[in-house]
């Protein structure tokens, strides 16, 4: 495995946690708009990476 694929499979464990706690927290305000950034940045990397290796 090389290191993109490495750094692929961490950021997507980061998205499962990242969703995992949003699902945790719906009646925390704050925590709950914090979270669903963290996952928007997430999907964004995701999407980008795709682009990437996509056109490579």
Request: aromatic share 2%; hydrophobic share 45%.
């Amino acid at each position: 495995m090389d290191l993109v694929d490495l750094q692929r499979r961490e950021l997507m464990r980061r998205l499962r946690d990242a969703r995992r706690a949003a699902l945790d927290e719906p009646c925390v305000p704050t925590a709950s708009l914090l979270l669903e950034g963290v996952v928007l940045r997430l999907e964004a990397c995701e999407r980008a990476w795709l682009g990437k290796r996509e056109g490579a």
